[in-house]
Nanobody, 115 residues
Framework: QVQLVESGGGLVQTGGSLRLSCAAS????????MGWYRQAPGKQRERVAV???????VYEDSVKGRFTITRDNAKNTVDLQMNTLKPEDTANYYC?????????WGQGTQVTVSS
């Protein structure tokens, strides 16, 4: 079992920044993947940024150059620094990890970008 706890969401104006953090209950070095998805009202959940096996990162096209995912293996955390936020970034952001063939999700944290 893996527990994931997100923090750092909130309300910000267009062009602002937020930093999300996800704390895992296990050593994140043992995860196949770990990162962030988001889901806006009426839309499907989409991948935002993830670490994959080998340490590479994958970003959704619309966030490239604005969002940065980082990890701290000692603290078992993965952060998402979000800069130059846009109203279309408004969504519930979920931390996710794959461990031993099972995918785990956090409870989500709301990010709202006002225009």
């Amino acid at each position: 079992q893996v527990q994931l706890v997100e923090s750092g969401g909130g309300l910000v104006q267009t062009g602002g920044s937020l930093r999300l953090s996800c704390a895992a209950s296990r050593n994140i070095s043992s995860f196949n993947t770990m990162g962030w998805y988001r889901q806006a009202p009426g839309k499907q959940r989409e991948r935002v940024a993830v670490f994959i096996i080998g340490g590479s990162t994958v970003y959704e096209d619309s966030v490239k150059g604005r969002f940065t995912i980082t990890r701290d293996n000692a603290k078992n955390t993965v952060d998402l620094q979000m800069n130059t936020l846009k109203p279309e970034d408004t969504a519930n952001y979920y931390c996710t990890a794959v461990y031993r063939g099972s995918r785990y999700w956090g409870q989500g944290t709301q990010v709202t970008v006002s225009s």
